[in-house]
């Protein structure tokens, strides 16, 4: 009964390959996002998506490509990895999506390292 | 969104009450002060939001003066399990979803 989940919990991959995070929420959540941590532990939002629609786009590579098959599933892909994508990655939701006041849920986080 | 400064490491012991306070200088009218706890190995977790005065639920209380420049989470009686990383955060009312997270605050509880 995991509200926010996200697999796998770790993923150890050589640079240049192409991986997948994949995250669902069974909370009836209208909005989900992708935050990665990196080592420093600071956490940056890079995507938010309401209704399988994207909201929030924020500075990240084209490598990095969030895909939403319905509104409880938020999926990461990323290809050709690089050494500075190792970090955690964290999915979250929310009821609403519109206002900066609705509380997030996070998922346990992905932690990443490219080799 | 305004930015937050607060305390890198705090320090406390079992069953003390710990007040962690933030400064938010540049808060806007329609912005709220939001508080989020992280513990090793493990998502943010949302504690506590407030607009002005004074907010209490189950886990902590929340001060925000008059002019909202600053504002004050208490946990009370702390113990080892409340040793976590506590974020302030400053977040738009009706605006965008965004959270924007600082360096946050580790607080350590000793026995």
């Known amino acids: 009964d995991t509200a926010v989940s996200q697999t796998p919990k770790y993923l150890v991959t050589q640079m240049g390959n192409d991986k997948s995070i994949k995250c669902e929420q069974n909370?009836?959540?209208?909005?989900m996002y992708w935050y990665k941590q990196d080592s420093k532990k600071f956490l940056k939002i890079m995507f938010s998506?309401?209704?399988?629609?994207?909201?929030i786009n924020e500075t990240v590579p084209n490598r990095f490509s969030p895909k939403s098959p319905d509104k409880a599933h938020l999926n990461l892909h990323i290809n050709s990895l690089e050494l500075g994508d190792s970090a955690v990655y964290f999915c979250?939701?929310?009821?609403?999506?519109?206002?900066?006041?609705?509380?997030?849920?996070f998922g346990p986080g992905t932690r990443l390292t490219v080799l | 969104l305004a930015k937050t400064t607060q305390p890198i490491s705090m320090d406390s012991y079992e069953g003390q009450e710990v007040n962690i306070t933030c400064s938010h200088n540049?808060?806007?009218?329609?912005?709220?002060i939001t508080w989020y706890q992280q513990f090793p190995s493990q998502g943010p977790r949302f504690i506590i939001q407030?607009?002005?005065t004074k907010v209490t639920n189950e886990v902590a209380s929340l001060f925000i003066p008059a002019d909202r420049k600053s504002s004050t989470l208490s946990l009370p009686r702390v113990s080892l399990s409340d040793t976590a990383v506590y974020y302030c955060?400053?977040?738009?009312?009706?605006?965008?979803?965004?959270?924007?997270f600082g360096t946050g605050t580790l607080l350590a509880v000793q026995p």
């Open positions: 979250a939701s929310s009821q609403g999506g519109t206002s900066g006041t609705d509380t997030q849920y």
């Open positions: 909370l009836g959540h209208d909005t």
């Open positions: 998506y309401n209704n399988k629609e994207l909201i």
């Open positions: 540049n808060i806007a009218t329609n912005d709220y």
């Open positions: 407030g607009y002005k």
């Open positions: 955060l400053v977040v738009a009312g009706g605006a965008t979803n965004k959270l924007i």
